[in-house]
């Protein structure tokens, strides 16, 4: 029996010290300021430098893409943006080999190039994450190497390296062997700690020059900025903070194996979000600061400064919501920085970095062109803080907006108001998503509408809204049942608010013929309805009901799914006319929490049997592209 217990004694004793070795190790892998002591066993440095010979090797036709923001990750975020570009400069230097930076937010989806040409930065502004990008681009190069630790995106990039149709594609243009690898960020942080005090083969050290001015902000600018603004900003992003985590959470099956965790994580995420937006206004500060705006710019930046110099003493963990303000700081940093140096452009492009910086710039400049063609009458426009009005006797003007969530004073900041015109539609999920019923909320976007310029103001219900609501401040109509309705005995509008198939079969049988505007909250089936995940959410049953009608809407307009922004061309009905279908949602995708577009205006010609002369769909973030000249 003593036997026994000495031996467990000893057995305790053993596994408390390796317990302690275990944290130490992994204490010492994680921290930043003991980096460059970290323990590589003799397979990691062989392995390491096998990488690295296989690189220069591989120099001229070598792309080498960094997940910026997970090395940072690894590191614990200790390392700020500035550093982690200085130092890796160095070790570009050192080896002589390029490197591209892929960084997540940022205001603008561009490219720039650094010091000696030989290094790239990318941002995926408010659209794509640098996951996005490097599973893109990762066949640019015939050889590529991604320092990253998501396993994730590693799957992505082997799978488009090693497509079958991208092997096809260059088999008769590349004999040679093609290949991919991934560096761990520990192992690349290892090394770059290393070469920071090393010399060039001409004994010379490396200086590091002045790639970017550290202080942006003027000393006589640098006036004390109002607490509550910080304050207001910091409550955001530890809402949001939460909001992520939970919807994280919500995302794993493990978490989601019960019923009763189920309920939790989604009452959890349901309360954030209503947080969130009872804000108001103040919900959309990280937007209105990290988005370039002609008249605030200069406040942004002072804000933007004190943020970071904020972040640098700060002990708590950095968030989403700190990391897109940081990276809009870095970002308007490096635009001061190039905006005096040459750019590489397709006739100076000679290394690979700037030949993928060009390729980068030229992309994006031919999405913007294809989203901003124009197709027949349509057209976009970047802003729409002017007089838009074009009513006359012949013009009927419709402004639509959808899925405002709470957040629709973000449509119509600095008090303006939506574009001028006869009608507002909203159609549907206008109330704080939340289950029941919050008075406030409801008051605040009847003062909102109030405060719109449109005669008529028509209201659908949504799948998040209550199914009875008065607005007496704007006089909106509340349209919660289908119904038909004839504007100034010219315009013909078919409303469809969420419902369920019974009331939508019982009332589409009292229509007498379909309207010239068809406007529901749901979409058609397989038509602008793709989630996130992949599925299509239209309804078939009202995609079905239109198809045999005798005559096809000239435009259904929809929201719902948030990811379906945009419009198609689509024949519907027995005479297969032609039918403008728009998604107009301006929430964000998934889970609202803030606002991505702006409101679509229609035009209708009553001259021309009220057909369509011109639509504009309004994107709140397409003004970053004027703004981002003059930073």
């Not at 809009?328 to 290394?351: H, L, N, W």
């Not at 803030?594 to 205006?601: D, V």
Request: hydrophobic share 35%; charged share 25%; aromatic share 8%.
């Amino acid at each position: 029996m003593q036997l026994l217990q000495l031996l467990s004694a000893v057995l305790y004793t053993l596994l408390a010290q390796s317990r302690t070795k275990i944290r130490q190790r992994n204490k010492s892998l994680t921290s930043p300021a003991t980096v460059s002591s970290v323990s590589v066993n003799k397979y990691q440095r062989n392995q390491l430098q096998r990488q690295l010979q296989w690189m220069k090797q591989n120099a001229d036709k070598l792309c080498l893409f960094m997940d910026f923001e997970n090395v940072r990750g690894k590191s614990k975020f200790e390392l700020s943006h500035l550093q982690l570009l200085q130092q890796t400069w160095k070790w570009t230097q050192y080896h002589k080999l390029p490197m591209i930076f892929i960084v997540d937010h940022g205001s603008i989806a561009k490219g720039y190039c650094l010091g000696n040409q030989n290094l790239g930065i990318v941002f995926g502004g408010q659209r794509l994450k640098a996951d996005d990008i490097i599973a893109r681009d990762v066949t640019y190069g015939n050889n590529v190497l991604v320092i990253t630790a998501d396993r994730e995106l590693m799957s992505r990039c082997r799978t488009a390296f090693y497509s079958r149709e991208d092997r096809e594609d260059r088999e008769e243009e590349e004999e040679e062997e093609r290949e991919i690898q991934f560096m761990h960020p520990l192992t690349f942080i290892n090394n770059l700690e290393m070469v920071q005090h090393k010399k060039l083969d001409n004994n010379e050290s490396i200086e590091l020059p002045t790639l970017l001015e550290e202080d942006s902000v003027k000393k006589e600018d640098e006036n004390e900025l109002n607490n509550d603004l910080l304050k207001n900003i910091k409550d955001e992003i530890q809402i949001r903070g939460a909001m992520y985590s939970t919807e994280a959470l919500m995302k794993q099956k493990k978490q989601m194996n019960t019923p009763k965790k189920r309920r939790k994580l989604q009452k959890r995420a349901r309360m954030l979000v209503e947080k969130l937006a009872m804000k108001g206004g103040m919900a959309n500060g990280i937007h209105q600061l990290t988005t370039p705006s002609l008249n605030n710019l200069q406040f942004q930046n002072k804000v933007l400064y004190e943020w970071e110099q904020l972040r640098r003493n700060a002990t708590s963990p950095e968030l989403t919501g700190d990391r897109m303000m940081l990276a809009e700081y870095f970002r308007r940093q490096i635009e001061r920085k190039v905006s005096t140096d040459e750019q590489p452009s397709s006739s100076t492009a000679t290394g690979i970095v700037q030949e993928y910086i060009q390729y980068i710039n030229e992309f994006q400049t031919k999405t913007k062109s294809l989203t901003s063609a124009s197709s027949g009458s349509s057209s976009f426009i970047s802003k729409y803080d002017q007089d838009l009005s074009l009513t006359n006797r012949t013009t009927l003007r419709l402004v639509i907006v959808s899925d405002t969530h709470g957040y629709e004073e973000a449509l119509t900041p600095n008090g303006n108001t939506l574009p001028n015109g006869d009608v507002l539609l909203h159609l549907g999920d206008f109330a704080i998503d939340a289950k029941r019923k919050k008075k406030k909320g409801l008051e605040r976007f009847d003062e909102w509408l109030q405060d719109q310029p449109h005669g008529y103001k028509i209201v659908l219900k949504g799948n998040h809204d209550p199914f009875s609501v008065r607005f007496p401040k704007s006089q909106a109509i509340y349209v919660n049942r289908p119904q038909c309705m004839v504007l100034e005995n010219i315009l013909s509008l078919t409303l469809i608010p969420y419902c369920s198939d019974r009331i939508l079969h019982s009332s589409w049988r009292k229509f007498a013929a379909m309207g010239d505007i068809l406007a529901s909250h749901v979409p058609p089936h397989n038509v602008l309805d793709t989630c996130y995940n992949g599925k299509h959410a239209g309804c078939p049953i009202l995609k079905k009901k239109v198809e045999t009608s005798l005559t096809s809407p000239k435009v259904w307009l929809c929201g719902h799914i948030h990811e379906g922004f945009g419009f198609e061309q689509r024949h519907f009905g027995i005479d297969q006319k032609a039918t403008l279908v728009m998604n107009v949602a301006n929430a964000n995708t998934g889970r609202a929490n803030s606002l991505q577009h702006g409101p679509t205006i229609v035009d209708i010609d009553t001259k021309n049997n009220n057909e369509v002369s011109s639509y504009m769909q309004c994107d709140l973030q397409a003004q970053e592209q004027e703004a981002a000249s003059i930073v």
